[in-house]
């Protein structure tokens, strides 16, 4: 596999809000009475095998079926860094996505411990991943005010699903300010998953990136997060209790509320470099506000 992990000088993947298998215009009325034609994201099945052993269905708008698929299985500790993966096969009409490994598998009595997540879409997680999380030590890094400022205000900017139709969540790997990979989908879940799988695919290294999210900071992000290597996560929106409890516990730099000039750190503070005057920092221009986002969820 190729290692493309240090291509900074072009995105790799952004969106792509007119492709016209992801969204549907549908008619409606608005509180005057008048018809309206909005248009929304398609949410579509896929269900997800490893080996012969069915996994899970999750709902999701299947842009990039295989990278969710490998993405999944790493975050939910099922796929391991070293397995040999032999295949990733997809199915359009059946809607099945099956990931085949040298090593034989059998999660049968895990997939009887699972827990819903506070993520929209009902995301799951798994009896073993806190245990998972010991064994795992994160890089040193550093998050620079000016990247974290031109990180957030260029991808405030990109043409997206959700800025076509709302009802999305992205998540954004960087590297610096830079965006090089843009994966969303109607779950936070599932687009950070993306995100692992694009990552697994061409083993990108993961130690000089930044994780960017729309979604809140929950418990599961952080996992996921750490799950990946990533040593630096932020988000536009704010955190919960247990998602900055176990940030500090793996010692994951985490950053929330990030509009405009503003942000808030409460786990990892000693990464942050303060290396631009805030007052040369514009405030979030209101025709870019992505409002509400932090609510939909």
């Given at each position: 596999?190729?290692?493309?992990?240090?291509?900074?000088?072009?995105?790799?993947?952004?969106?792509?809000?007119?492709?016209?298998?992801?969204?549907?215009?549908?008619?409606?009325?608005?509180?005057?009475?008048?018809?309206?034609?909005?248009?929304?994201?398609?949410?579509?099945?896929?269900?997800?095998?490893?080996?012969?052993?069915?996994?899970?269905?999750?709902?999701?708008?299947?842009?990039?079926?295989?990278?969710?698929?490998?993405?999944?299985?790493?975050?939910?500790?099922?796929?391991?860094?070293?397995?040999?993966?032999?295949?990733?096969?997809?199915?359009?009409?059946?809607?099945?996505?099956?990931?085949?490994?040298?090593?034989?598998?059998?999660?049968?009595?895990?997939?009887?411990?699972?827990?819903?997540?506070?993520?929209?879409?009902?995301?799951?997680?798994?009896?073993?991943?806190?245990?998972?999380?010991?064994?795992?030590?994160?890089?040193?890094?550093?998050?620079?005010?000016?990247?974290?400022?031109?990180?957030?205000?260029?991808?405030?900017?990109?043409?997206?699903?959700?800025?076509?139709?709302?009802?999305?969540?992205?998540?954004?790997?960087?590297?610096?300010?830079?965006?090089?990979?843009?994966?969303?989908?109607?779950?936070?879940?599932?687009?950070?998953?993306?995100?692992?799988?694009w990552m697994y695919r061409y083993r990108v290294d993961p130690a000089d990136k930044?994780?960017?999210?729309?979604?809140?900071?929950?418990?599961?992000?952080?996992?996921?997060?750490?799950?990946?290597?990533?040593?630096?996560?932020?988000?536009?929106?704010?955190?919960?209790?247990?998602?900055?409890?176990?940030?500090?516990?793996?010692?994951?730099?985490?950053?929330?509320?990030?509009?405009?000039?503003?942000?808030?750190?409460?786990?990892?503070?000693?990464?942050?470099?303060?290396?631009?005057?805030?007052?040369?920092?514009?405030?979030?221009?209101?025709?870019?506000?992505?409002?509400?986002?932090?609510?939909?969820?």
């Amino acid at each position: 596999m190729d290692r493309i992990g240090d291509r900074s000088d072009r995105a790799i993947i952004m969106p792509h809000p007119q492709d016209a298998r992801l969204t549907e215009r549908i008619i409606g009325i608005d509180q005057t009475g008048d018809t309206v034609e909005a248009t929304v994201p398609v949410e579509r099945a896929l269900t997800l095998y490893l080996n012969a052993q069915e996994i899970v269905t999750m709902m999701t708008i299947n842009d990039y079926p295989e990278y969710l698929a490998l993405g999944y299985l790493l975050n939910q500790n099922m796929l391991k860094p070293d397995d040999v993966v032999t295949g990733v096969e997809y199915d359009d009409d059946l809607q099945v996505a099956v990931v085949r490994t040298e090593r034989n598998t059998n999660y049968e009595q895990k997939l009887k411990k699972r827990t819903l997540t506070s993520g929209c879409a009902q995301g799951t997680a798994f009896g073993d991943l806190m245990e998972a999380l010991e064994s795992i030590e994160l890089p040193e890094a550093e998050l620079r005010t000016s990247w974290l400022h031109q990180m957030t205000r260029t991808i405030n900017t990109i043409p997206s699903l959700y800025l076509e139709a709302g009802a999305i969540h992205g998540c954004v790997l960087c590297r610096q300010g830079e965006p090089i990979c843009y994966m969303e989908d109607v779950g936070r879940h599932n687009a950070v998953d993306k995100l692992a799988g694009w990552m697994y695919r061409y083993r990108v290294d993961p130690a000089d990136k930044i994780l960017y999210t729309t979604g809140r900071l929950t418990s599961e992000m952080t996992i996921k997060t750490v799950r990946m290597g990533i040593p630096i996560l932020v988000s536009r929106s704010g955190f919960t209790a247990w998602g900055v409890s176990l940030a500090r516990q793996v010692g994951l730099t985490l950053v929330g509320r990030a509009r405009g000039k503003r942000f808030t750190a409460l786990s990892g503070e000693d990464r942050i470099v303060f290396d631009q005057d805030i007052a040369t920092v514009e405030e979030e221009p209101a025709r870019h506000a992505r409002k509400g986002i932090g609510n939909d969820d």
